[in-house]
């Protein structure tokens, strides 16, 4: 058969290659995968199974279920006094990464330039290049706090792109941005006239100072789109359910596409998903909570073996630099020698080079077993 140039163009997984090592491994730990080892909320999980009991099985509206819109909606009120109208302004997508998948179809022409910060979520570059359009990879610094700068955009070309593309709290940095580090971003995007595409999936875990949107800034609402979603917060990762938030005309192109391409999100996850915004912030505070332990917990240890390490704010991962150069060389001779997965960090693009990264969405005591090891191996 013959496959798509586009398809062709983008190579697998740079991860997904280290999970394969991994799978012929015995006595393995892997700090490598970007999953809550948690378990959704047990009332989540029953609203799913009570949803199945009474026969609710049938697609539901394209957009979403609107007690769901509505709770989403209400949610991005409360947090950021940021008011989206569920019937125009919401979408509630197969997890978030379909909704950052249809929003590159919708909003990409062939040829056009989408800015990537990155390091970033591999799924960026590959979604842009899929909708036929050309990433622009602008890269942050450990300098900078790997946090997105005017001087990158401008450095590499970002006036000129349609949209920029960004992701805090960051996978794989754990780097966040504040209101008042995002205003000169919002600023460069209205004087360029770029759509704002805000990937704020590990919005809930934030461990120092308050998650911002840049949404909320002057003049962004309207050219911003907001993606968040299930899997993260409340370890949801298989019901694949996440959303966007967009001004009307966006929504409805996104909907264009999801409608011929997903016709709507999974029933069974989208009763979850109601459950889950209406009595679920306790589980989430106390995931975050643990997460925060950990994350101090592996700073302070890579600290101790004299590995520098970015104070990661948010998310669930941490950014050391590589202790060799060759960052691979090292994830690969840990893994052979020690059974350690950790992910080098030029998978994740620019700036990522010369990094590892180290996910804690792993029990403690496995946690505790992986520094050790990687002690011992350092040794
Ligand atoms: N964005 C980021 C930054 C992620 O890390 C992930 C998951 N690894 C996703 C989106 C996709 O999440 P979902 O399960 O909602 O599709």
């Known amino acids: 058969m013959k496959i798509s140039e586009r398809v062709e163009r983008v190579p697998p997984s740079g991860i997904r290659r280290f999970f394969e090592l991994t799978e012929e491994m015995d006595d ?43 709770a989403i909606a209400e949610r991005s009120r409360e947090r950021y006094d940021l008011d989206y109208d569920p019937d ?24 056009d330039r989408v800015a990537v910060a990155q390091p970033s979520y591999v799924s960026y570059v590959p979604g842009v290049t899929f909708a036929g359009g050309e990433p622009v990879p602008v890269p942050t610094r450990e300098a900078d706090d790997f946090e997105l ?3 990158a955009l401008r450095e590499h ?36 006239d770029l759509t704002v595409l805000a990937d704020e999936i590990y919005a809930d875990l934030t461990y120092e100072g308050d998650h911002a949107s840049i949404a909320t800034l002057p003049g962004m609402r309207e050219r911003t789109v907001v993606f968040n979603g ?24 996104m909907n264009r596409v999801h409608q011929y391409s997903m016709l709507s999100a999974p029933t069974t996850a989208q009763h979850a998903a109601i459950d889950a915004l209406d009595n679920c912030e306790a589980q989430v505070r106390e995931m975050r909570s643990q997460y925060d332990r950990r994350r101090r917990f592996v700073l302070s240890r890579f600290d101790e073996m004299g590995i520098d390490c970015f104070t990661a704010k948010g998310a669930f991962y941490v950014f050391p630099e590589s202790p060799w150069e060759d960052a691979e060389a090292f994830a690969e001779a ?44 350092l040794d």
């Open 28 to 70: 393995v730990i892997s700090l490598g995968v970007g999953e809550p080892d948690f378990t959704a909320p047990w009332s989540a999980r029953e609203a799913a199974i009570d949803s199945l009991e009474q026969g609710r099985t049938s697609y539901t509206a394209n957009r979403g279920m609107m007690e769901l819109r509505e």
């Open 88 to 111: 125009g302004e919401v979408l509630v997508t197969a997890g978030a990464s379909e909704a950052i998948d249809v929003a590159f179809r919708a909003f990409v022409d062939p040829g």
């Open 149 to 151: 700068t005017v001087d």
């Open 157 to 192: 070309g970002a006036a000129d792109a349609e949209a920029l593309v960004f992701c805090y709290p960051n996978n794989p940095t754990g780097a966040t941005m504040s209101e008042r580090d995002l205003e000169p971003i919002a600023a460069f995007a209205r004087e360029h």
């Open 230 to 253: 299930f899997s993260k917060a409340y370890a949801m990762t298989g019901l694949r359910l996440g959303y966007a938030l967009a001004p009307p005309e966006a929504i409805t192109a």
């Open 334 to 377: 840990l893994l052979d020698a020690e059974g350690v997965a950790v992910v080098p960090g030029d998978v994740f693009g620019a700036g990522g080079e010369g990094h590892l990264r180290v996910s804690y969405a792993t029990g403690m005591n496995e946690l505790r077993e992986a520094m050790d090891r990687i002690e011992r191996f």
